[in-house]
């Protein structure tokens, strides 16, 4: 019998929340886990050392951007992503899916893939399922997404019925492919991806036919497309409990600290979210009691790191300094805030994995989320 790729190793009795283990060619993940997204095969402003210094499990490349530049068929020549960009640990890649939404006035859809107009130099590309693979195949990731539609917020059910049908049709294909072409039987993982909307009984539906696909792990889609939170933690709500319990479940593309905590609640083991460093490009930082404007003259002054305790490179640098870095545009505020977002985020993954383990989850993320949403930054 086939070893198990996710171990369950706790769950919170109070909640939905989980400790899990995930195995992949490139090493073993702790769950729960933020993902940083490295979407043009690098963290924006960070480099791998620093990835490792934060204890960064995994991180994620995007096919669509990767496929446009520098093309798969370079980055395989390159000996895959992996030695590509320098990094040893687990690579997750999105399956290109997610740009039918965000790019919508450059694609066309059709039952057998999607035609894009390349928003760099206007040329046509053809996405498909088969090529979907074969992309991530070349990149080599330890985790590939199917292909899938993300239907706009706000799309009625007819739409939203249509787009589950063909994601349904798609992943079967992508499932059909790996298989054939070994990418799974070396070690490979493919994730299916619930789509449904705000559509409850198409959540489930959706849940429940790729579970019979028996896919090695499942992610959520189609969340944090510009619905309120209640709705988007809804979605959440009416797509997990449908997933395999054994196996490994990804919210996809969010969210704020306090989100990422409510989410683990409801049983999701895996997130990445791009906020992190964008929020570090306009001098944000997070903080327990709140997200901190590096901007604010109350820090022109101020000689204390971002947030004691929290020990990583920036936190050899007062607020002052950051301050003064992030006034005088230089790009180096870009590089600190981003590594103290990111581990912010990667440290409360271990906090929680901690109050999992120790059986006290329910009360501990509650507090966290008070202090988080009414703190006053000292």
């Known amino acids: 019998m086939t070893e198990p790729i996710f171990t369950l190793l706790k769950k919170d009795a109070a909640t939905s929340a989980r400790r899990g283990c995930l195995r992949t060619l490139h090493g073993d993940i702790q769950t729960p886990i933020f993902m940083p997204v490295g979407t043009q095969a690098t963290v924006k402003s960070v480099t791998p050392d620093y990835l490792q210094q ?23 020549q390159m000996g895959g992503l992996h030695r590509f960009m320098n990094w040893s640990g687990p690579i997750l890649t999105d399956s290109g899916g997610f740009q039918v939404f965000s790019l919508a006035k450059l694609r066309k859809m059709t039952d057998e893939g999607i035609r894009f107009k390349s928003h ?12 979907c693979m074969d992309i991530q195949r070349q990149l080599g990731s330890d985790i590939a997404m199917v292909l899938d539609e993300c239907p706009p917020y706000g799309a009625d059910f007819k739409t939203v019925r249509k787009a589950v049908d063909r994601s349904l049709r798609w992943a079967a294909q992508c499932k059909q492919i790996c298989t054939d072409s070994g990418f799974l039987a070396q070690g490979h993982h ?50 997990a409990p449908w997933l395999p319990e054994h196996k490994p479940r990804y919210a996809m593309g969010l969210g704020t600290p306090p989100q990422l905590l409510k989410m683990i609640a409801r049983g999701v083991d895996m997130f990445d979210c791009v906020m992190p460093t964008r929020e570090a490009r306009h001098g944000s930082a997070f903080t327990p009691w709140g997200k901190l404007n590096i901007k604010n003259s109350r820090f022109k002054d101020d000689s204390k790191p971002l947030v004691e305790g929290l020990h990583n490179y920036t936190a050899n640098f007062s607020r002052a300094y950051l301050r003064h870095l992030f006034v005088a545009q230089e790009i180096l505020s870009c590089t ?17 994995r901690e109050h999992i383990d120790a059986g006290d989850f329910d009360t501990w993320h509650k507090a966290w989320i008070e202090r988080y949403e009414t703190g006053i930054i000292p």
């Not at 760099?120 to 090529?131: A, F, V």
């Not at 579970?211 to 709500?237: K, N, Q, R, T």
């Open 336 to 352: 600190l805030l981003s590594i103290h977002n990111l581990h912010f985020l990667l440290d409360l993954m271990q906090q929680a």
């Open 190 to 239: 493919l994730f299916g991806i619930v789509q449904g909307l705000n559509f409850d009984e198409l959540r489930k539906e959706c849940a429940l036919a790729l579970a019979e696909m028996d896919f090695p792990g499942y992610a959520i889609g189609g969340v944090s497309v510009g619905e309120p939170e209640p709705e988007m933690l809804a979605a959440i709500e009416a797509s």
């Open 120 to 131: 760099i130099d206007g040329r046509e590309i053809y996405l498909t399922p088969q090529s």
């Open 54 to 76: 934060m204890q960064a499990q995994i991180i994620l490349g995007n096919t669509y951007h990767l496929n446009l530049r520098p093309g798969p068929e370079l980055v395989a």
